[in-house]
């Protein structure tokens, strides 16, 4: 159910009528810094296995999230590949330089109906 906002739109303040406000802050979408190394545990769970693919933590943008790691670990990610398991489960499949798969869960279709 949708209730109405409090209070409602018309009443809020405009970004350009208040002084000293970036207009696009007001909707702005904040991306947990990525520059430093990825832990697994803080920022992904997983063992890039099959069984146990790597999962992102909320609030984590995936393929901004998944590049970062595999730069990491060294992945060749230009080879990535969408893989079906035999649960019906979609994961991203990623080699690296022996041609050893990683796989990822991502967050678009856990499994398929």
Same mark, same amino acid.
């Given at each position: ?38 832990? &697994?545990?803080?920022?992904? /769970? !997983?063992? +890039?296995?099959?069984? %146990? ?5 909320? $609030?984590?943008? =995936? #393929? ?15 080879? &990535?590949?969408?893989?079906? /398991? !035999?649960? +019906?489960?979609?994961? %991203? ?5 022996? $041609?050893?798969? =990683? #796989? ?10």
């Amino acid at each position: 159910f949708l209730r109405p906002l409090d209070p409602p739109v018309s009443q809020m303040p405009s970004p350009l009528a208040t002084p000293n406000l970036r207009p696009y802050s007001t909707f702005e979408v904040r991306q947990p810094c990525l520059s430093g190394r990825m832990q &697994r545990g803080v920022h992904y /769970t !997983g063992r +890039g296995t099959m069984d %146990d693919p790597f999962v992102f933590r909320a $609030g984590l943008e =995936y #393929y901004r999230s998944f590049y970062a790691l595999c730069d990491q670990l060294g992945l060749d990610s230009d080879k &990535r590949r969408l893989m079906l /398991t !035999g649960q +019906g489960r979609l994961l %991203d499949a990623v080699p690296d330089k022996e $041609g050893r798969l =990683y #796989y990822f869960a991502p967050p678009i279709f856990d499994r398929l109906p």
